[in-house]
């Protein structure tokens, strides 16, 4: 199970520490989702997602408040802070009033507290983003992942087939390195698959004959980009002989990827061919069918158009 601590949070959001004497650095976090306690703060705890994030905003604040009977509310405050698998509690808005028996309850039940100045719902928007971003079901891919023309575009191939030389052209012609060799690829969304490269190997490619090659140093900071949605897979394979390959691209072809399907082109690779300038091709009639335009198609309907114009013709 993936998991991430409260400190990577806490610096992530540069949140307030309301109550230092808590250590919550080790604290681990498992679920992509967070929770707004209104219906618990109203004794309401039945299918309470206690191991989420808890946010507390001018809505729950203010709740808190017209509760008259201090007694009460104190008790409210108690049976929430209870549940001491709650990862931390994060109060929202600059405005919004700490209540001293919520870090009293903090204390005694070990909940990191913490304080942040963002809008609830800017800081509910923002935490389950980068949440679903650290937690989200992953796999590690042989290949390259290249932004080309703003679409993210992951080159596979068997070892020593030109994929790093492909990719080292590309950069050359103006577009983006994301990942090299290893391409660490994190399921978003049920239709989004974001691409990156491990930490330690960023930037870097290696090109045989040559060696490790740093594109970000090589070329600058344009030439690279840390993380891409992968949109198009290519697939560079060894040219056979006799190959029934789909050459005006009528058929679809699709790579499954933790269950997400990404259209496919399959390149296959001879003396001459310049495979920098097919991905880019690739990618510009990826783009074209997005919004609409399938070349193959209108080629092939011009042909029956013909075929039949021609039929006519000749029964007259």
Same mark, same amino acid.
């Given at each position: ?41 109203? +004794? ?46 994060i ?17 005694q039940? +070990? ?7 963002l ?17 989200a ?56 698959l974001? +691409? ?13 004959g ?9 070329? +600058? ?16 394979e ?20 933790l ?37 193959a ?10 075929i ?8 007259l």
């Amino acid at each position: 199970m993936y998991f991430v601590t409260v400190e990577e949070l806490v610096n992530h959001l540069e949140l307030e520490n309301l109550v230092p004497d808590i250590p919550y650095k080790n604290r681990k976090i498992t679920v992509c989702d967070v929770n707004r306690p209104a219906l618990q703060l109203a +004794g309401f705890f039945k299918n309470f997602d206690s191991d989420r994030v808890q946010i507390i905003g001018k809505v729950e604040s203010d709740f808190l408040k017209e509760i008259e009977d201090s007694k009460e509310r104190q008790q409210r405050i108690e049976k929430f802070m209870e549940h001491k698998e709650i990862p931390c509690i994060i109060i929202c808005l600059e405005e919004v009033e700490i209540d001293l028996h919520m870090l009293c309850c903090a204390l005694q039940s +070990g909940i990191p507290l913490f304080k942040s100045k963002l809008p609830t719902s800017t800081l509910l928007a923002e935490v389950n983003r980068w949440l679903q971003e650290k937690l989200a079901p992953r796999v590690t891919r042989h290949g390259i992942l290249v932004d080309v023309y703003g679409e993210g575009v992951l080159i596979m191939g068997e070892s020593g087939i030109g994929k790093s030389e492909a990719a080292l052209e590309l950069v050359r012609r103006g577009h983006r390195l994301v990942a090299d060799d290893a391409v660490e690829i994190r399921k978003m969304a049920s239709n989004k698959l974001l +691409g990156m490269a491990p930490e330690i190997t960023r930037y870097f490619i290696e090109v045989r004959g040559i060696g490790i090659v740093d594109v970000k140093e090589l070329y +600058g900071a344009g030439a690279v980009k840390e993380k891409k949605r992968i949109d198009l897979v290519v697939k560079l394979e060894p040219y056979v002989e006799g190959s029934d390959k789909d050459r005006l691209g009528l058929e679809e072809e699709f790579t499954n990827i933790l269950g997400v399907d990404i259209p496919t082109n399959t390149i296959l690779i001879r003396p001459g061919r310049n495979i920098a300038i097919l991905c880019e091709i690739a990618a510009v009639n990826f783009r074209e069918k997005k919004m609409g335009y399938n070349a193959a198609q209108v080629l092939a309907q011009r042909v029956e158009e013909s075929i039949m114009a021609n039929s006519g013709q000749n029964h007259l």
